[in-house]
């Protein structure tokens, strides 16, 4: 027996005999085919079993092809429709085009002309098909991220995935946009559409992945709490790769060598590292290089030698563990510094240098926050012309 559940569906609507059966012959491999044989009939068929692709014929008994149209559009927008037409019904052909269809063919047709406009068809269908479920998937996430009752952890969050996700959500418009206006997308245009699309897919599905890990963690404070560093390094990693603020620099990130433990939420230390990278990328036009590197500490460690001066600033001296083994997180760029009168300001709740709408500056405020309530610190070292690090300290377990 056929398999007919992968198979492609394909509607042919002709009332002579002769197309249908060979339309049949000619397309039983790549599709299932449904023959109807008027309008009436093929609207039916339609309802059943919603059709990839169809063909029309114009000139038909009863409902024409151009009606039948209407209606399988009306049925599902993104049903692909060639039309067959003979010279008297040119000029209807062209009507044909204004409500949908994707082309028309003359008849008696050529059948690899056919062919070729069938699964080019197909193609868009599947294209158009996989940009909504990557949309449907962005709204899920917006929406999962804004059902999260806990009002402070909705503004981080949103704060923290707003950036990646709105440029996705822009993109995915866009694509469709394109695929909607070009009428036929062609050979190694189409391919680039598809790789976009799967990309902006990846994309979507890390986000919604990774955000379902962290949100579904919540938790009570815990004293206990402990989250591997290299794990975090990796989801940072994924969000951070195709991020568009990342896009003509160089992101780099190095793990800790014998992995450990730092006594952080997991989602706080993600949502640290993505504010100090992210901050460290859209620092600057010119293409520079950013660096996350993690390092265990010799148990000796000693930050009494941290100043606060015109390029320096320690966030957290008193709440620094004294005792016990730290991991230090660095976000190291080359990018253009940060002149002496801002260094005073940065971590200050609301403090930017951005233009209205690029940025809020609650970014290092919650840095500071977030690291202090940890028992960590934030070191930060900088000079103009040649760069920024910021160090987070925390306690290791
Ligand atoms: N690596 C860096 N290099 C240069 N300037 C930086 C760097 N990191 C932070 N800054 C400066 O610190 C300011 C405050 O950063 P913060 O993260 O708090 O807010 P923001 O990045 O402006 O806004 P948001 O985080 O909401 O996008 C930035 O506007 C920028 O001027
Ligand atoms: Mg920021």
């Known amino acids: 027996m056929p398999d007919t559940t992968s198979k492609p569906i394909l509607l042919v609507v002709d009332d002579e005999e002769g197309p249908r059966a060979s339309l049949k012959v000619v397309f039983k491999n790549d599709f299932e085919v449904l023959l109807a044989s008027n309008g009436k009939d093929a609207l039916k068929l339609a309802r059943e079993r919603t059709p990839d692709v169809a063909i029309l014929d114009i000139l038909m008994q009863g409902m024409s092809g151009v009606d039948v149209l209407r209606e399988l559009k009306a049925l599902d927008e993104d049903i692909e429709v060639i039309m067959l037409t003979a010279y008297e019904t040119l000029e209807t052909a062209r009507q044909a085009l204004r409500h949908g269809a994707r082309e028309y063919l003359n008849k008696p047709f050529d059948i690899p002309t056919l062919r070729s406009a069938t699964s080019k068809a197909l193609e868009k269908r599947r294209a158009t098909r996989e940009l909504k479920s990557a949309h449907k998937r962005l709204e899920e996430l917006h929406g999962e991220i804004a059902r999260r009752t806990d009002a402070d952890e909705v503004g981080n969050v949103l704060h923290d995935l707003n950036n990646p996700l709105t440029v996705i959500n822009g993109f995915v418009e866009l694509l469709e946009r394109q695929v909607q206006s070009v009428a ?11 790789g976009n699309i799967s990309r902006v897919h990846g994309q979507v599905a890390r986000c919604l992945e990774i955000s379902r890990r962290y949100l579904g963690t919540r938790r ?19 969000l951070l790769i195709k991020h568009p603020s990342a896009e003509g ?3 780099t ?6 992995p450990a433990c730092a006594a952080i939420h997991s989602t706080d230390l993600l949502r640290i590292l993505l504010n100090l990278a992210i901050n460290a990328l859209q620092s600057g036009t010119a293409s520079h290089r950013v660096e996350v590197i993690a ?11 941290f100043l606060d001066s015109a390029n320096e600033r320690f966030v957290g001296r008193d709440t620094l563990a004294k005792s016990g083994q730290h991991i230090a997180i660095s976000v190291r760029d080359n990018g253009p510094g940060i002149p002496p009168e801002v260094v005073g300001k940065l971590f200050n709740e609301q403090f930017t240098t951005k233009p209205v709408g690029k940025g809020t500056g609650i970014g290092l405020g919650s840095v500071k926050q977030l690291v202090t309530q940890a028992k960590g610190a934030v070191r930060l070292s900088t000079k ?13 377990r």
Do not use: C, W, Y
């Open 384 to 396: 103009v012309g040649q760069g920024t690090t910021f160090t987070v300290f925390l306690p290791a």
């Open 184 to 194: 036929s997308l062609e050979g190694a245009e189409m391919e680039k559409m598809r």
């Open 253 to 258: 990130i190095s793990e800790l060598e014998e």
């Open 220 to 238: 009570k404070t815990d004293p206990d709490e402990r989250t591997s560093v290299n794990e975090v390094l990796l989801d940072l990693q994924e």
């Open 295 to 305: 390092q265990l500490l010799p148990s000796d460690f000693d930050s009494s030698s």
């Open 249 to 251: 620099h160089q992101f």
